[in-house]
């Protein structure tokens, strides 16, 4: 499994390896992720990222945040992605689990900042490791 993590992307014109570490987090970090709604968010996350060549290596979350390492093209706009993403998910998340919309009464269940990083610094089993010991400090759940 390793090895298809260090294996190269290729497209027509290029070769690359381009791996992000985004960090997004709930609206006034309201405390609404538990194991089911982020395997949700997971699949979302998934769906509107084949739509622009991006791809999960890593997901983990805690009670207010996740943390995702994926793979992305160089042609990907990632901010328009992220925007696109937090948009879908927020809608359907609070769609499917109503009960939410008692911790978060408006539209939004993202905040609107995020944190994304390029992995040049570290290796990507750093990264991997790191997320996924998120949520370990805290009990699970609401």
């Known amino acids: 499994m390793i090895e298809n993590k260090r294996k190269l992307d290729t497209n027509n014109h290029s070769v690359f390896m381009l791996h992000y570490h985004l960090v997004m987090v709930v609206k006034y970090r309201r405390r609404v992720i538990n194991d089911e709604i982020s ?4 699949e979302i996350f998934e769906y509107v990222g084949a739509s622009y060549g991006i791809r999960i290596e890593e997901w983990n979350h805690d009670i ?4 995702v390492l994926f793979r992305a093209q160089p042609k990907t706009e990632l901010t328009k992605f992220i925007n696109s993403y937090k948009s879908a998910s927020s809608r359907l998340i609070k ?5 939410i919309r008692q911790y978060l009464w ?16 570290v290796t990507t089993e750093v990264i991997e490791q ?3 010991s998120q949520g370990d400090r805290h009990e699970q759940g609401n």
Not at 39 to 42: E, V
Not at 64 to 67: A, P
Not at 106 to 121: A, D, I, P, Q
């Open 39 to 42: 395997g949700r968010l997971r």
């Open 64 to 67: 207010d945040h996740v943390h």
């Open 95 to 99: 769609k499917e689990y109503p009960s």
């Open 106 to 121: 408006e539209e939004h269940f993202w905040s609107k900042s995020f944190c994304l990083l390029t992995c040049g610094g």
């Open 130 to 132: 790191y997320i996924r």
